[in-house]
């Protein structure tokens, strides 16, 4: 989650104070981990190794680290599990998530707060009524990009969204994702966004281009730390693809309701579930498409 107005200064140098630091060096970036409170060496290790397996999805997604420098602040809480993430870039990038000190190799294995927050630091920070495309971002890539490294299966990720888009689709009193500002538009909402963009341009460029293509080159020239305009991100990335699929989706669904026939477009991809199992159908006519999308 990103929440770009906060700030706490004295929390920070409290952190500080009694912080253990380490540096990881990941494509040429530097990530500067601080704990707020000591833990033991098997619980920083699985931290560690944790945002190492993030980084490397982001890098193999995005084809860089999405920043120069990150500060990702560690906060240990009593408990199990990593939850509570923000990212900022107002500040000098800076991710913080809490970590359970009771936590296991598996529930870091499950964690995908820390992908998320990564995903923020690649795209220009927008105004409050386009906050949808920057969570929309963060829910749709993380899962695809962790499949591209097979930390996640297709079935995995494909499921999750055929289970939990639906909670993007506008409620009555809807007024398009620029106006409502709810959880579910916001997060979920802002994903449907993402999904068909990645869907739309690959329909549109024979598979040639995705989302991702886009954002590589919105991230080229600006990342959280740059403040933009939604419409100059839209025109750039339309132009990395050649397709203008984020204008035309934008002008759709900026200020209307629109309800996208999610049932529709599994079966045009080719994505079933049989008795709680995924499924996958190849002579749908889509079929390519989603395969691009989580392929390693
Ligand atoms: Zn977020």
Request: aromatic fraction near 8%.
């Amino acid at each position: 989650m990103k929440y770009l107005a906060f700030t706490c200064v004295c929390l920070s140098v409290a952190m500080a104070a009694s912080s253990q630091e380490t540096k990881l060096q990941i494509a040429g970036s530097e990530i500067d981990v601080v704990f707020g409170s000591p833990v033991s060496d098997g619980l920083r290790e699985l931290v560690l190794d944790r945002i190492k397996l993030s980084a490397k999805a982001i890098v193999n997604y995005y084809r860089r680290y999405p920043v120069q420098r990150v500060q990702i602040d560690v906060s240990p809480y009593f408990g199990r599990g990593v939850s509570g993430g923000h990212a900022s870039g107002w500040d000098g990038p800076r991710i913080r998530i809490s970590v359970g000190k009771e936590s296991t190799a598996a529930d870091f294995a499950e964690d995908w707060v820390t992908t998320h927050e990564m995903v923020h630091l690649a795209f220009p920070s927008q105004e409050d009524r386009h906050h949808w495309i920057e969570e929309g971002q963060a829910v749709y890539i993380e899962p695809v990009a962790r499949a591209r490294i097979g930390e996640l299966t297709p079935e995995k990720v494909w499921g999750d969204m055929v289970r939990d888009m639906p909670q993007g689709q506008p409620a009555p009193g809807d007024r398009g994702l620029d106006y409502t500002h709810t959880w579910g538009r916001t997060y979920w909402g802002g994903a449907i966004f993402c999904l068909l963009a990645d869907v739309q341009i690959r329909e549109r460029t024979h598979n040639q281009k995705g989302l991702e293509d886009a954002l590589r080159v919105v991230l080229s020239e600006g990342n959280i730390e740059s403040e933009w305009p939604l419409d100059r991100a839209i025109a750039v990335g339309d132009k990395a693809t050649g397709v203008p699929v984020l204008h035309d989706l934008y002008e759709q669904m900026k200020a209307t309701p629109i309800t996208v026939d999610l049932d529709g477009l599994w079966k045009r991809l080719g994505v079933k579930k049989l008795n709680g199992q995924v499924v996958f159908d190849d002579s749908a006519p889509l079929a390519a498409v989603r395969r691009a999308i989580t392929a390693r």
